[in-house]
């Protein structure tokens, strides 16, 4: 399956945030400061040094199913079981997601990894 240049199969995209779960959904946590220091100096005055990024059902299946090991194609069908109807058009829909996600710096995508 190739969807706007990308192989599906190949593609294995792979978390780069750290993350939490809340009733049954992902809440992803983005440092608000780049520096590891300056976050405990906020976190020290009861500040909160993360963003918190909360995502929806399918976006927690797409987000926990980002291993660095699982494709976009295999995600895809698991979005097409859990969801139906709901997400299609699915191929899109994910790559959108993902795009989106890259932008934000919170996955990385790589190739299949060689056997």
Not at 6 to 11: P, T
Not at 25 to 36: G, M, Q
Not at 67 to 89: N, W, Y
């Amino acid at each position: 399956m190739v969807t706007q240049g990308l192989d599906f199969g190949a593609v294995r995209p792979r978390r780069l945030l750290e993350w939490s779960e809340e009733n049954d959904r992902c809440v992803l946590l983005r440092p608000r400061l780049r520096s590891a220091r300056l976050a405990r100096w906020v976190k020290r005055f009861g500040g909160d040094p993360y963003y918190r990024i909360r995502l929806d059902e399918v976006g927690s299946l797409v987000w926990q199913a980002c291993d660095g090991e699982t494709s976009l194609a295999q995600i895809a069908h698991r979005m097409r079981d859990r969801f139906g109807d709901k997400v299609e058009p699915v191929d899109q829909r994910l790559v959108q997601f993902v795009r989106s996600l890259l932008k934000g710096r919170m996955v990385s995508v790589g190739p299949t990894p060689s056997q």
